[in-house]
Each structure stands twice: as C-alpha cells, then as structure tokens.
T-cell receptor, first 111, second 115 residues
C-alpha cells in the first residue's frame, strides 16, 4: 500500500460545477497537509496548507482534513476554466522536512 | 520577486550520456530541494540542501546522480551515465525554512528525455 493514494483522473466538469478532489494516506505520523496546483509544463504551486482536522477556506477553495479516517479533500466552488490543472496532495510529519506527494488528479473545467 | 530559475528547460540525450541541470533559488532561501517527477506521478525528493550542506540524499541514486550547492546559493544536479528510466522532469524548489511549513516554491522544471 502506497503512503498516499490519489485518483489520477482525469476529471472533467462543466464550468460552475463544484469539484471534489481527495487523497487517502496510511502514515498516521502525517500532520501537515497541503494541496499544490500544477499547470501543464509548470512547477507545482502551493494552494492550501492545513495542520489540524477540520476545514480551511480560501476564496473558492476549501481544504478538509479528517485525521481519524486518514482522508483529505479539496473542494473548488464555481469552477472556472482557469482551474484546469493537475492537483497534487502532499503531506509530512512533525519534525520532518520531506513531503510525500500523491500522484495528482488532472482536472479539466469545460466552458 | 524573482522565482526559482532552472535551466535548461528541455534536454534530449542518448542513454549512457551525461547531463547537468542548474538551479538558482529565490534570494534568501536557505533550503533547496531537487525533485524527480516521472510522467503521471507526484514529485519524489532526490536531495535536500540546507545552505551548502546536504540534509537528506537517501533517495538519490548515488551511483549515477550527484548534486552540489556551492556557496549555499546555486545548485547543479548531474546524471552520469543516464538510463532510460531517468526520463522525467527535474524540479528544483526552495523554501525559507527547512521543515513543516510545506511552502515550497518550485521552478518550472527541466524535462529530460533519454533515448
């Protein structure tokens, strides 16, 4: 079992839809959870960063962490064509500097 | 603020040849990372530097890969000799702190094709 599992998609949605992206993990030492967005032929950029279980909202984006289920989610409201990208979850543990990434989910938002 | 600079953006080589990638991190960022991203996969850490010292190179295939960060700023990653399975994007990233913030700033990557 891989440490971080993420459905690679591809996921295609119409503009304005609510998008749900998810990752599961097996390592209970993970305490810090991030979502990175990667446009084609670009490097990843940090979207959201969370530490504890619960929700964190930033504009149209909401990150959700459920440590008891080892499950994290990213919700995108009112999706836009500019949201078309690959979304990577990443996580690490206390005292650790090494991020473990998921495979990424490729999202296409159709106008 | 200038971002992480990498070169070359693209490189095609034959197997058993050598290649070198260069990275210039964001000014003031003490920590520098090299990641390997194979098509359809998430980035995998190869090596982490704190200033010019190596913090972690446990996943660097040392029989063929080497990296250095002279003077704690620029870094080079070298592959010699290259294998077909080294075809990937090599991402350089930098951060202000060495742990837990998760905020890595990535360059656009150097895409390597080994024929």
């Amino acid at each position: 079992q891989k440490e971080v599992e993420q459905d690679p998609g591809p996921l295609s949605v119409p503009e304005g839809a609510i998008v749900s992206l998810n990752c599961t993990y097996s390592n209970s030492a993970f305490q810090y959870f991030m979502w990175y967005r990667q446009y084609s032929r670009k490097g990843p950029e940090l979207l959201m960063y969370t530490y504890s279980s619960g929700n964190k909202e930033d504009g149209r984006f909401t990150a959700q962490v459920d440590k008891s289920s080892k499950y994290i989610s990213l919700f995108i409201r009112d999706s836009q064509p500019s949201d078309s990208a690959t979304y990577l979850c990443a996580m690490n543990g206390a005292g650790s500097y090494q991020l473990t990434f998921g495979k990424g989910t490729k999202l296409s938002v159709i106008p | 603020e200038a971002g992480v600079a990498q070169s070359p953006r693209y490189k095609i080589i034959e197997k058993r040849q050598s290649v070198a990638f260069w990275c210039n991190p964001i000014s003031g960022h003490a920590t520098l990372y090299w990641y390997q991203q194979i098509l359809g996969q998430g980035p995998k850490l190869l090596i982490q530097f704190q200033n010019n010292g190596v913090v972690d190179d446990s996943q660097l295939p040392k029989d063929r890969f080497s990296a250095e960060r002279l003077k704690g700023v620029d870094s080079t990653l070298k592959i010699q000799p290259a294998k077909l399975e080294d075809s990937a994007v090599y991402l350089c990233a930098s951060s202000l702190e060495d742990r837990n913030t998760g905020e890595l700033f990535f360059g656009e990557g150097s895409r390597l094709t080994v024929l």
